[in-house]
């Protein structure tokens, strides 16, 4: 009888980016089905929670890494922290520029107010998330970057 198949760490990478881009995917699907997510009704509960299941996976996938690949890890969380700030810079810079990007509907369907509170409720809570997300992953690639020796194999 053969022995069942072990994930592996890299399913744990691929299975919590899976789940973090579903959130993303939901919470723009929410916004254009039920409209701003304000207040929060169940589905956007479930869009939340898809987000921290997420992380958490992609918390025990570092957790598992080696030393030198925690190193590559700290470097490219680095990058990826400078790039979603520069986004970000960017969104904040020509906010509603971007509004005008992604909203459904022409511009004349949308009032001022339904646009500043689209930022409120829908832009800040995303990228908020996102980044705390991503520098909770660098706190923690960096902790584990002190307690791994190089002789250690988590595998």
């Keep these: 009888m053969p022995a069942p198949r072990k994930l592996?760490?890299?399913?744990?990478?691929a299975l919590?980016?899976?789940?973090?881009?579903?959130?993303?995917?939901?919470?723009?699907?929410n916004?254009?089905?039920l409209g701003i997510p304000w207040p929060l009704q169940p589905e956007h509960f479930i869009t939340l929670a898809s987000f921290v299941v997420g992380f958490f996976i992609l918390v025990l996938f570092v957790i598992r890494l080696t030393r030198r690949q925690v190193t590559i890890m700290l470097v490219g969380l680095?990058?990826?922290?400078?790039?979603?700030a520069l986004g970000t810079l960017?969104?904040?810079?020509?906010?509603?520029?971007?509004f005008q990007l992604i909203r459904p509907l022409e511009i004349e369907a949308y009032d001022p107010a339904y646009v500043a509170d689209?930022?409120?409720?829908?832009?800040?809570?995303?990228?908020?998330?996102?980044?705390?997300?991503?520098?909770?992953?660098?706190?923690?690639?960096?902790?584990?970057?002190?307690?791994?020796k190089p002789s250690d194999r988590p595998d």
């Design 118 to 148: 689209w930022e409120t409720y829908f832009l800040m809570p995303l990228l908020y998330l996102f980044h705390g997300g991503l520098l909770l992953l660098w706190v923690e690639s960096l902790v584990m970057y002190f307690v791994r």
């Design 16 to 29: 919590g980016t899976v789940l973090i881009f579903l959130s993303i995917y939901l919470w723009y699907w």
């Design 31 to 33: 916004w254009r089905s």
């Design 90 to 98: 960017w969104i904040y810079r020509t906010y509603p520029a971007f």
């Design 78 to 84: 680095v990058l990826a922290n400078l790039f979603s």
């Design 8 to 13: 592996h760490k890299w399913h744990f990478l």
